[in-house]
């Protein structure tokens, strides 16, 4: 199996209270994963692409690794950065080379419980469905019909 040109990409909130060393505690073992292409923390700063804004964790890795539906790097990572989330959020693991479009972007769900891995879950097909959506609902229309989603029952939660 082959490498392939990755990132990990999105944003989630944090715990009040949370410093930036505390983000680098949690990212730089996975920085720190032998192989090309993965930037220093410091350098993730300079460029922009990891910043904490508040609460607000945005972050933009790009890596050389096994992409598709699990990549155990990324699963240790999405465990530490459970710990720090204030509420369940979502990253993408985008795979640049991948050509099966089902396993070329997929979520990476941030929740330290499947409860919330299954409300990020929800959120993140929403936010999916949104710019489609919106575009011919209109987003007044859009909202309601994200709300009554939201309000609908749920699944059992299946712990994995």
């Known amino acids: 199996m082959s490498s392939h040109d990755c990132s990990l990409e999105g944003s989630l909130v944090l715990k009040e209270g949370v410093t930036l060393e505390e983000v680098r505690v949690a990212l730089e073992p996975f920085l720190d994963v032998d192989g090309p292409g993965r930037s220093?923390?410091?350098e993730l700063l300079a460029e922009h692409?990891?910043?904490?804004?508040?609460?607000?964790?945005?972050?933009?890795?790009?890596?050389w690794g096994y992409g598709g539906y699990q990549n155990d790097d990324v699963d240790a990572l999405r465990d530490r950065l459970a710990q720090l989330v204030a509420k369940p959020g979502a990253l993408e693991l985008l795979d640049h080379d991948e050509?099966?479009?089902?396993?070329?972007?997929?979520?990476?769900?941030?929740?330290p419980d499947d409860a919330g891995a299954q409300e990020a879950r929800l959120e993140y097909g929403i936010?999916?469905?949104?710019d489609q959506l919106t575009a011919v609902l209109g987003q007044a229309e859009f909202?309601?019909?994200?709300?009554?989603?939201?309000?609908?029952?749920?699944?059992p939660v299946v712990t994995q």
């Open 49 to 63: 692409d990891l910043s904490l804004d508040g609460q607000d964790l945005t972050l933009s890795v790009d890596f």
């Open 99 to 111: 050509p099966d479009a089902d396993c070329a972007c997929v979520p990476v769900l941030v929740s």
């Open 40 to 42: 220093t923390f410091e």
């Open 127 to 130: 936010s999916l469905a949104a």
């Open 143 to 155: 909202d309601k019909l994200a709300a009554h989603i939201r309000a609908l029952p749920r699944l």
